[in-house]
């Protein structure tokens, strides 16, 4: 087993998370990476608090899970990894995590982001992440559920819906 | 009767408006008045909480029920929670449940417990049907 999904999701653990895609993938643990959060036990319970008991949620910085990132690829539950914005996740792929592929599940509407999907809105700095990430040769795509189509990034940056 | 909201439904996409719809057709639009539905919808999680908190500050809400403890509703929820003592947040939310919130009389320390015990005794089989594979 592994890590299966690599998620950018401003809003971190939530339904979407544990239900949308922890039940279809049988996710045993969230790997929720955000150097606030990471300090903060208050901010930890209160995600901890939101997972069924058959999930564990750990808690890492930046530098943290880019130290650990293999222990977690190597436990035999399936696995998802979580960064609240796209520069955390850019900082992940850029100092050598092996992320294959990245999903843009949540990025929602904040004065100076513009709409590309109903669930995500972009700032001009947050596209040139994405493509910096894509730039690494990691697949980039939009899909808030897996029941969803996801939108590659091309589609996706070239879209003007919200 | 109706004083304004006492409690905030926050849920997902168009179930608190739902609710409280469905609260007004049972127990009439004064009832539902006491209630103030919130959706996350288009909301990040920090403007989500700053969402929560301008509709606590509008209404003086001190109850918050919410839809899904894992959702991002409760999350923003316990978040004010911690900046005003004495919120209350009562995740799973229902029909049952919030009808008997606002047609407690008079409302009291115990409201919110029977709102609850109603909530959960209101989730019943009743009828065991066929098994479903």
């Known amino acids: 087993m592994s890590i299966e999904v690599f998620r950018i999701d401003d809003r971190l653990v939530h339904g979407q998370v544990v239900v949308g895609w922890g039940q279809p993938l049988a996710l045993g643990f969230v790997v929720l990476v955000d150097n606030l959060v990471a300090e903060s036990d208050w901010e930890q319970d209160l995600y901890r608090m939101g997972v069924p008991p058959e999930m564990s949620v750990h808690f890492e910085s930046v530098d943290g899970a880019l130290a650990h990132l293999a222990e977690y690829e ?3 539950e399936h696995g998802l990894l979580l960064t609240g914005d796209i520069a955390t996740m850019r900082a992940l792929v850029e100092r050598g995590a092996a992320i294959r592929h990245v999903n843009v599940g949540g990025l929602h509407h904040r004065a100076g982001r513009s709409p590309r999907l109903r669930y995500v809105f972009l700032d001009p700095a947050e596209e040139a992440d994405l493509r910096a990430i894509a730039d690494r040769g990691v697949a980039v795509d939009a899909q808030d559920v897996p029941a969803a189509h996801p939108v590659p990034l091309a589609e996706l940056l070239a879209a003007t819906g919200g | 009767m109706s004083d304004g909201p006492r409690a905030i439904v926050a849920a997902h996409g168009d179930l608190a408006e739902g609710l409280v719809s469905a609260v007004a057709r049972v127990a009439g639009a004064e009832a539902a008045a006491r209630l103030m539905p919130f ?4 909301l990040g999680g920090a403007e989500l909480a700053n969402a929560m908190r301008q509709a606590l500050a509008s209404s003086g809400a001190r109850v918050v029920f919410t839809d899904l403890p ?4 409760t999350i923003a929820a316990r978040r004010m929670a911690r900046e005003l003592p004495g919120l209350a947040v009562v995740c799973g ?3 049952p449940m919030l009808l008997a919130f606002v047609m407690a009389q008079p409302h009291g320390p115990d409201t919110l417990a029977l709102a609850v015990e109603r909530g ?5 089989v009743a009828e065991a049907g066929a098994r479903v594979d």
Do not use: D, M
């Open chain 2, 120 to 124: 959960r005794s209101g989730i019943v």
């Open chain 2, 39 to 42: 959706s996350n919808a288009s």
């Open chain 2, 93 to 95: 939310a229902n029909l």
């Open chain 2, 70 to 73: 894992a959702g991002s509703c």
């Open chain 1, 74 to 76: 190597g436990r035999p």
